[in-house]
């Protein structure tokens, strides 16, 4: 059932898409351009330990609950309110499918390595044109807000929700009315827009490139999985050589 702008439900399920999109694509522009300060600017200030502790869990709740309730909730509503479809239809819609989980993992794991070798020599060229390391990663900016162990979870846990509405959802309705090709530059594009926030220009076109592989690999499978499961291992390999360079090598 398509969206109708007289029924209730479908403007709630509307109203909460344009919330999604502002928090998620809108802001971090605006953070980008100055209107709102980036991560990049955020200090932080010398504070003991069990307050810095406590106002890390603070910032990990608040996250968790934007990125689990804009990026899973609110799609499968959509699902339910406009598309009237059931959880298990909505799962289907959102490719999160069990049949061949195996080639799934397969892929993401060829796609990991693909986006890993690709990264790797576009931070190769750019270090050799006179870029600044510390200027090719958000990590930095995110070890001000966030411990190591933190940091491993938010990784681990949050490439599951973007996938659901990037590559998932996004990605569904996009396809069905401009093909598969239009859907995966676009939900790339969108991808790294949402990583503006961090006030720099390679973090934004790395997720662009991740995202495009991502899509093309869900085309293929027909199958989030994979692309949950590449981003997942290209996360945490990438925050565990940027954990043993800065922690255990001094």
Request: hydrophobic residues 60%.
């Amino acid at each position: 059932m398509d969206f109708n702008i007289k029924k209730p439900l479908h403007i709630l399920a509307l109203i909460l898409l344009l919330v999604t999109f502002f928090v998620i694509i809108i802001f971090p522009i605006l953070s980008f351009i100055g209107v709102f300060p980036s991560t990049q600017s955020v200090e932080v200030q010398e504070v003991s330990e069990s307050i810095r502790l406590l106002s890390e869990l603070i910032m990990l709740v608040i996250q968790l609950c934007l990125v689990f309730g804009l990026l899973v909730i609110v799609p499968i509503l959509w699902y339910i309110l406009v598309n009237e479809c059931t959880i298990k239809e909505a799962f289907s819609r959102l490719k999160l499918r069990l049949e061949r989980i195996d080639m799934a993992f397969l892929w993401g794991i060829i796609a990991a390595i693909i986006i890993f070798i690709v990264i790797f020599i576009l931070e190769f060229v750019l270090i050799r044109m006179g870029h600044q390391a510390e200027d090719l990663s958000n990590i930095p900016d995110i070890r001000q807000l966030f411990s190591w162990p933190t940091m491993f979870f938010l990784v681990g846990f949050q490439p599951i929700a973007e996938e659901i509405f990037f590559r998932g959802f996004l990605f569904d309705k996009i396809e069905k009315f401009a093909g598969g090709a239009i859907a995966i530059v676009t939900t790339a594009f969108l991808f790294g827009l949402a990583h503006m926030s961090y006030g720099k220009l390679f973090p934004v076109i790395m997720p662009i490139l991740i995202g495009i592989i991502l899509g093309y690999i869900v085309y293929r499978t027909k199958n989030l999985y994979s692309s949950i499961i590449a981003h997942v291992v290209f996360n945490v390999t990438v925050l565990t050589i940027a954990y043993v360079g800065t922690e255990l090598i001094k």
